[in-house]
Nanobody, 115 residues
């Protein structure tokens, strides 16, 4: 079956960096668009960054210039490099793969930015 496993979440101080990973299995990773979403306590889940199967990227305004999404199709793995982290980046981060009506989610990895 399809599995998406996120990793890399941690407790970090403001200004530091983290790199999240999303390892996919049981799926043709290459043909799916990938997105990173986050959900902070008491808030709705929001799209942070996305990358198409062709490699085009887009970002939420709140993370532009700080976060970079990428993918390694050979390893069926996606990444979210997060720099200059702020307390407001605190959330559970989820990996998403989507193609047409097919959509899959990971279980999430927690990122806490606090001094």
């Amino acid at each position: 079956q399809v599995q998406l496993v996120e990793s890399g979440g941690d407790l970090v101080q403001p200004g530091r960096s983290l790199r999240l990973s999303c390892a996919a299995s049981g799926i043709s990773f290459t043909i799916y668009h990938m997105g990173w979403y986050r959900q902070a306590p008491g808030k709705q889940r929001e799209l942070v960054a996305s990358i198409t199967s062709g490699g085009s990227t887009s970002y939420a305004e709140s993370v532009k210039g700080r976060f970079t999404i990428s993918r390694d199709n050979a390893k069926s793995t996606g990444f979210l490099q997060m720099n200059s982290l702020k307390p407001e980046d605190t959330a559970v981060y989820y990996c998403n793969l989507k193609r047409g009506v097919f959509e899959y989610w990971g279980q999430g990895t927690r990122v806490t930015v606090s001094s």
